[in-house]
């Protein structure tokens, strides 16, 4: 059984500037809700980060208010944390699928973020992975937000070798020399 298994974690990152993070949460199930709040609160606070709390109607709306404060507020990061309990329609699919696919897309885009939309068969499974004394998945998603911010920070401004030239400078292929070719 997977719960058994030793898991390496990796070391929280160490910030020579504050860190913001907004913690994107929908309450549905405000008890798995609370406790993950609290995990990645905990975390974030162990990291030195500050974190502010907002709530949205459901897992759906997560990566769309993640997606607006991205562009309009002052984060370095995002948690999105939420609990998708299979129920007996496809909208559990539907639920889980779309959420995961728009943070990706956020993701992708260069917005740090820890996803901790629990997507679990029932009730149980999702006390256990929301307890921060338990599998702490708040916590987990903190963590993956925090670890981001600092791939971006140690990032930020580089562009040479990861794919951009700057103005200016013309392409070359490797082992050409300045000037006309000589075909």
């Known amino acids: 059984m ?6 390496y974690t990796l ?35 162990e990291a030195g980060a500050s974190v502010d709390v907002i709530e ?8 769309t208010a993640i997606g607006m404060a991205a562009r309009m507020a002052d984060y370095d990061g995002f948690v999105a944390i939420g609990c998708v309990i299979r129920g007996e329609t496809t909208h ?31 009730r149980p499974q999702a006390e256990v992975r929301a307890d921060p004394a338990d599998q702490n ?8 937000a925090l670890h981001l911010v600092a791939l971006s920070r140690k990032w930020a401004g580089r562009t040479q070798g990861i794919g951009f030239r700057p103005q200016g400078e013309s392409f070359r292929l490797a082992g050409e020399t300045e000037g006309p070719s000589q075909a």
């Open 2 to 7: 997977a719960a058994n298994e030793q898991h």
């Open 137 to 144: 998945k708040g916590g987990g998603a903190a963590a993956a």
């Open 92 to 122: 559990y699919e539907t639920v889980c699928n779309d959420s995961s696919r728009g943070l990706t897309m956020l993701g992708l885009q260069g917005v740090c973020i820890g996803n901790g939309i629990l997507t679990v068969e029932n």
């Open 11 to 45: 070391p929280l990152p160490v910030f020579d500037k504050p860190v913001r993070l907004l913690i994107v949460v929908a309450p549905y199930y405000r008890d798995i809700a609370d406790n993950m709040i609290a995990g990645a609160k905990a975390t974030a606070a």
């Open 56 to 63: 949205v109607p459901g897992a759906l709306e997560i990566p």
